[in-house]
């Protein structure tokens, strides 16, 4: 899977959970939870449909690393790849 | 399965505030309980001053009153004395500005020293204090700032063009609107110059016990939210519970991790801590599990206050993710906000050392009313006994009159009026304030139950109020929203169980003629919702019906709907007249 693919399936599972979210409009540092206005519920819903969608489980300890949209899809992509 | 009873040793006991709860019970007074606070000279009440020049006065104004965690790293701390100075420089901000008693300053802002400030501040010059939560969309901000006549607000950049500036001429009562920094845009002024260039010295004004100091919003089940007005006197009541049901006296290290935008966030997260001479710990980011457990850790943490939600959360990542921590300093562990499971409390005493002490009380109470103390022995998944001071009973109406129930009968949780902190009214909603007593009872609207030894257990709500991630959610604000968009003829709204948030909420929307249920509506909704109501309090989940379940007066049966979602009995339904389709 290419950066780029994740980060389409990334945003729009974000997307689905958040759907007053439009995608165009996401920088890659926005802060999910400061900038997207996503809560901890949202965050928790978010790695669950993350981890069906990609088969990557993100341990609760490492939620801070899908901050932002670029931290996560760089993240996912280590995780996809080792 | 029953859970084994957690037994404090005699060390704890004894180190407790309370180390016989009856004792201390027979001897307590509200009278007695006042003497402990210092008052205005001339008469009269100021919670601000209790809390910082009280303490200043008494030579303690060196000690530590609050240690701010930033997002990024850094840490500021701010001693009583110079607290005391940042809520006079904010309290001679606000007379510069035209704002002065009785007028109602809404904060709606993350954790900043500011809001601390501000809060302080505000009580200083005899102005209500109305704290907003800030992750609230604008809908349930603009009405709560018309329902209480709003005079100035405080606030980031963001959030007001995000949420407040298309309406704010809409609310002619707002004079004022105060944005922490140094920009502000059009219309606002920015706090920091202002801040910088103002005194540090502000008089305090001599504020009756009673008059008002904290307007705290809480849903209904059916119309508008309303605002619970607490005075000054509530101080007492901040003061004797924060000693009793937290343990906090002067130096004690606490950490009560509720936002002030919520009553426990100001109650315990402001008030209480400061009255008692606390140190408090403030952090400004949000649920972080790594970052909690360095937070316990590192500032020795001595008094936490936390929430079910976040335990769960805890829980969640196992306790592996907590056993390179050193948690010895943690003495007390306490939770409210929804009732906590016994899996949690029992998992505090095996991660922390230290069961978690669940305790209950609501925003028009204003403080704690019953609760696990440090010397009590602890049935988890019971919120304790009543404090000293507290007198509760579980009540049912046998058609005409009120009775007490037996032992382990299910009834309403009633109080009797009096206490310091009890509400003194709903803004502006006589009727519906004078709808919680009854035959000398304050009637809570919680269903529970009391056993042989006098602990009190929460059954559920006894109305349709939803209780997601600790937060009360009225269904009628969420259908309402729903309602508003051009594709929903009906809304029905109810909370669903989860076992991290206790509960989540759920919409059944019946859509207009020539709309149809698609996966692309259903997305469109939620969203639109989020919009408006922000996450906290829009639905989660929302499904499309063709009817709902109505009585024949019109009302819909949210009661039913979820009965049927849990597969319970559907009870009475001797009134409904269309059912669910």
């Known amino acids: 899977m290419t950066k780029d693919e994740i980060r389409t399936a990334f945003l729009e599972e974000l997307t689905q959970i958040a759907p007053d979210i439009i995608p165009a409009t996401v920088a890659g540092d926005d802060h999910l939870m400061d900038d997207l206005d996503l809560d901890s519920m949202d965050i928790l819903n978010l790695v669950t449909a993350v981890h069906k969608r990609l088969g990557v489980s993100v341990p609760e300890i490492d939620y801070p690393r899908l901050e932002t949209p670029d931290s996560a899809v760089a993240y996912l992509a280590a995780k996809l790849s080792g | 399965m029953a859970w084994d009873t957690i037994t404090k040793s005699a060390a704890d006991k004894e180190s407790a505030a309370l180390p016989d709860t009856e004792v201390a019970r027979a001897a307590f007074s509200w009278d007695e309980a006042r003497q402990n606070l210092s008052g205005l000279r001339g008469g009269g009440l100021n ?12 030579g303690s104004g060196k000690r530590r009153a609050l240690r701010w965690l930033g997002s990024k790293g850094e840490t500021r701390d701010f001693s009583y004395e110079n607290l005391l100075r940042n809520a006079s420089k904010f309290a001679n901000v606000l007379t510069r500005h035209g704002i002065g008693q009785g007028d109602r300053l809404f904060s709606m802002m993350g954790r900043v020293p500011e809001l601390y400030f501000a809060a302080l501040g505000t009580l200083r010059i005899g102005a209500v204090f109305t704290p907003l939560f800030s992750a609230f969309g604008p809908k349930p901000v603009r009405m709560r700032m018309e329902i209480g006549e709003a005079s100035a607000l405080i606030t980031t950049a963001s959030i007001y063009r995000r949420k407040i500036a298309a309406w704010r001429a809409d609310i002619p009562s707002l004079k004022l609107v105060l944005i922490v920094g140094d920009d502000a845009p059009e219309g ?17 004004v001599q504020t009756g016990a009673e008059d008002m100091a904290l ?15 607490h005075v000054h006197e509530a101080a007492v009541a901040h003061a004797a519970t924060g000693r009793y049901a937290l343990e906090l006296k002067p130096g004690t290290i606490y950490w009560c991790t509720a936002d002030p935008g919520w009553v426990t966030g100001t109650s315990y997260g402001i008030i209480s801590p400061l009255l008692n001479g606390a140190t408090m710990i403030v952090d400004e980011a949000e649920y972080d599990l790594k970052r909690w457990y360095r937070t316990l850790e590192r500032e020795k943490v001595e008094v936490w206050y936390t929430a079910p939600t976040a335990i769960r959360m805890m829980m969640r990542a196992g306790r592996g993710a907590a056993s390179d921590h050193d948690f010895s300093h943690l003495k007390f562990l306490a939770s409210v906000g929804e009732p906590l499971n016994p899996e949690a409390v029992v998992w505090g005493n095996e991660v922390f050392g230290r069961p978690f002490h669940d305790n209950w009380w609501q925003s028009e109470t204003g403080g704690i009313m019953i609760a696990n103390t440090a010397a009590m022995d602890i049935k988890p998944g019971s919120m304790g006994k009543p404090l000293p001071g507290i007198e509760a009973d579980i009540v049912t109406s046998d058609g005409t009159k009120m009775r007490s129930c037996a032992a382990g009968e299910v009834g309403e949780l009633a109080l009797r009026p009096g206490w310091p902190s009890m509400m003194r009214a709903y803004l502006h909603e006589e009727a519906r304030y004078a709808k919680c007593f009854r035959d000398g009872w304050y009637l809570s609207g919680d269903l529970a139950m009391r056993d042989t030894d006098g602990y009190f257990w929460f059954v559920g709500r006894a109305d349709d109020l939803i209780k997601s991630s600790g937060h009360l959610i009225g269904p009628f604000e969420v259908e309402s929203a729903l309602i508003e968009h051009g594709a929903v003829a009906e809304a029905a709204v109810i909370g669903l169980p989860d076992e991290t948030a206790g509960e989540i909420v759920k919409a059944y929307v019946v859509l207009n003629p020539g709309r ?35 009585t024949r007066s019109g009302k819909i049966m949210r009661r039913l709907l979820k009965a049927r979602e849990l597969g319970l009995p559907e009870g009475d339904i001797s009134t409904l007249e269309t059912d669910e389709k």
């Open chain 2, 215 to 229: 307007i705290h919003f809480t849903s209904g089940t059916t119309g508008r939210p309303k605002g619970v007005v």
């Open chain 2, 47 to 58: 919670i601000a001053y209790e809390a910082l020049d009280r303490h200043v006065l008494a």
């Open chain 2, 188 to 204: 606002c002024i920015a706090l920091r110059q202002e801040l910088d260039a103002a005194p540090d010295t502000f008089d305090v």
């Open chain 2, 516 to 550: 149809g249920a698609s996966d692309e509506l259903e997305r469109e909704l939620r969203g639109h919702a989020r919009k408006r109501l922000g996450p906290a309090v829009a639905p989660r989940e929302i499904v499309f019906r063709k009817s709902l379940p109505k």
